[in-house]
């Protein structure tokens, strides 16, 4: 048989207990070719995976590298090294991804239509050679449009992939359409490929490993490279059109508009202030409610006010008609033309026709800020028509801010709540709230309607039981708002607590300052949450000077740290069924049982050292989320929209 032509593959080997699958597709290649296989420097069987790849392919290059950049940034190492040497090469990994809903199923079908037969090979290899013009052929059915509205597209990647575009002499970047292969396994002619390496890209420009699934360096890169084979000249195909050379309807074109919603979306619209007004704020936002947005809304209308700006505060309640509602007054003036709208987005996904509050709130005229919450890395598709509809986005932390600007080419900047009134001195003691008066008290507080499986309180009560004994002088209090007591996992807390005098189990409303009080009390902060858009009951203990242990992931990862509290062990796992609005597919951190239980021990032996990390703790956290800090950060922002829309007229 006629050996093929000279062949390579790169296979990025993250999951080595695939290696047998990848190796039965490899099979399928007839004639001679050279294996590239990258794998990670810190798995366990490292040199034994090494030593089953040689055992079938003796010549196989193998490089281990740092693991970051998943499988593009390994490519991007490998391929300017061996691209002058083969005339075809092949771009594979070990897919498992956990951001959709059967990942197996994916890379099968990859792999099946790129080399799922020795017939398949042959048909993609002939077809390079039948139209000299194809550059890169995909697996049929994974071609993803760069306008696409489900999954973040050119408009989440505009910032880094237009200056890419510039250096390969790409004009016009936001009028090309083009597809690119969701799941960045392909084939492609070498030569087809020569542009992407004057991007001069390495390892070191990739982002640490952190779970995230969208807004990296490697997802604009797998949005890139059909741009990088339009520059050198050549076209795109998938494997539903080898039968007849044809490149399909892949190859990048340019388009004169992309109507309405599209191209006018991906870029910020020109604002400009009514002739001779003056910067002023209308804040919509929950302020009149006793839950964590409320608490949020309440510490962003403090530090509207202090800012000296014009202010009217717009209680928002849709949404919240299940909550206790609190009395608060703030100064009116007259309409603003900045709006600040503190709302989740899950809530704003019904902007529209029916939800005339808002529409009548978020008017063109205004300049429109959002402040989010979101506690995963990546926000789901669907909320893209709501991102569109705000000039730019104030985020409490530093991880909302990550998920913001993947979706959205809109300003991003990191605004903090200020949480002032944390700082006044406690004026209730334990008895005066119930709490037992001779007991280390552990405790945890979360929100019913925050989604349990979320805040994961069980996970705190099974350490809790497991490593402490009623005899030993502690006692776990979990605190629920608005709990059903219908709710499986409240009543398994309610059974426990019954069988456990020593786990307390409290779903009384306690108003702002009763909650002050309780933090003030207690002896150390258990958060084994799965993640957290910011974390506003850790910061109300890390206030009060309490030591905390928690998961450091989500916005508590910019002040939980080994310096100012315990910050747990976790891996990360998917969502799972019934908890939404998360969707199941999507990931968040899960806490080790076994790191809970060795850092409530360590705070219960050393309380010294732990109040030592306690104090240490209340100096960060109020220095970040201060009436000053927050209410200076937020006039600086005011008026440089107000000076890039005026020209400081």
């Known amino acids: 048989m006629k050996s093929l032509p000279p062949v390579a593959v790169i296979l990025h080997l993250f999951y080595t207990d695939l290696w047998d699958n990848v190796n039965s597709y490899l099979r399928n290649l007839e004639g001679e070719f050279d294996l590239y296989v990258t794998i990670p420097f810190d798995l366990i069987q490292g040199q034994a995976i090494i030593d089953n790849i040689r055992a079938s392919y003796p010549e196989a290059r193998i490089i281990r590298f740092e693991n970051k950049g998943r499988d593009v940034a390994p490519f991007m190492e490998i391929y300017p090294a061996i691209a002058p040497l083969y005339k075809y090469i092949c771009k594979i990994h070990t897919k498992r991804s956990l951001q959709i809903i059967d990942g197996t199923q994916w890379r099968i079908q990859l792999f099946d239509e790129l080399l799922g037969s020795p017939e398949r090979v042959r048909e993609i290899l002939a077809a390079f050679d039948q139209n000299p013009e194809l550059g890169m052929i995909g697996p049929a059915g994974r071609a993803i449009s760069i306008r696409s509205t489900k999954v973040p597209g050119f408009q989440a990647y505009r910032k ?10 790409i004009q016009k970047l936001h009028r090309l359409h083009y597809h690119f292969f969701g799941g960045t396994m392909f084939w492609f002619r070498s030569e087809a490929m020569l542009p992407i390496l004057n991007l001069n890209i390495t390892q070191a420009h990739f982002e640490e490993e952190n779970g995230v699934y969208e807004g990296t360096i490697a997802h604009a890169l797998e949005r890139f490279f059909p741009v990088a084979i339009h520059a050198a000249g050549f076209k795109i195909g998938d494997t539903d059109n080898l039968a007849s050379g ?3 309807n892949l190859s990048p074109e340019y388009i004169e508009s992309y109507g309405d919603g599209d191209e006018a979306n991906f870029r ?5 202030p009514a ?5 002023g704020v209308n804040l919509i936002a929950p302020v009149e409610f006793i839950n964590g947005l409320g608490l949020s809304s309440r510490g962003f209308a403090a530090s509207l006010q202090h800012t000296g700006l014009p202010l009217n505060v717009f209680p928002w309640h849709i949404g919240f008609e299940r909550v206790t509602r609190i009395a608060v007054e703030y100064p009116t003036a007259e309409f603003q ?3 600040i709208v503190h709302l989740n987005l899950d809530l704003l996904s019904g902007i529209g026709p029916d939800n005339p509050p808002l529409v009548n709130l978020v008017k063109p005229e205004c300049y429109n800020i959002c402040i989010p919450y979101w506690e995963l890395s990546a926000l789901p598709p669907e909320w893209q028509n709501v991102i569109q509809r ?5 985020c409490a932390s530093s991880f909302i801010a990550r998920s913001i600007s993947a979706v959205s080419s809109r300003p991003v900047r990191v605004i903090r709540p200020s949480l002032s009134w ?5 004026s209730a003691a334990r008895s005066d709230i119930g709490l037992p008066e001779d007991k280390f008290i552990f405790a945890y507080a979360a929100d019913f309607g925050s989604v349990l499986g979320r805040k994961n309180p069980m996970a705190f009560i099974r350490a809790y039981i497991d490593e402490f004994q009623p005899e030993e002088g502690a006692c776990c209090l979990v605190k629920i708002n608005y709990s059903n007591r219908g709710n499986p996992v409240i009543q398994e807390m309610l059974s426990i607590s019954k069988q456990r005098k020593d786990v307390i189990f409290l779903d009384k409303l306690l108003t702002d300052e009763e909650m002050k009080t309780l933090f003030e009390n207690i002896d150390c902060y258990v958060s084994p949450h799965r993640s957290e858009g910011l974390g506003l009951t850790i910061l109300e203990a890390m206030s009060a000077a309490k030591p905390v242990i928690a998961t450091p992931y989500g916005g508590v990862a910019d002040f939980v740290t080994p310096d ?15 908890n939404q609005p998360y969707p199941p597919s999507f990931i968040w951190a899960d806490p080790s049982i076994a790191s809970i239980r060795q850092r409530m021990r360590q705070v219960f032996l050393d309380q010294e050292a732990a109040a030592e990390i306690g104090r240490k703790g209340k100096i960060h956290a109020r220095s970040l989320f201060s009436l000053a800090e927050t209410s200076s950060a937020m006039r600086t922002e005011i008026d440089r929209i107000w000076q890039d829309t005026t020209g400081g007229q």
């Open 275 to 279: 002739e001779n007004s003056k910067p």
């Open 268 to 272: 910020p619209r020109k604002w400009k």
């Open 160 to 169: 880094i992939l237009t200056p890419w575009a510039d250096t390969l002499g």
């Open 337 to 339: 033309p900045i709006n």
């Open 564 to 578: 100012t509290a315990f910050p747990l062990d976790y891996q990360l796992i998917e969502v799972g069924e019934g």
């Open 422 to 426: 944390l700082e006044s001195e406690p």
């Open 246 to 248: 044809s490149t399909g």
């Open 390 to 394: 705000f000039d730019e986005f104030w």
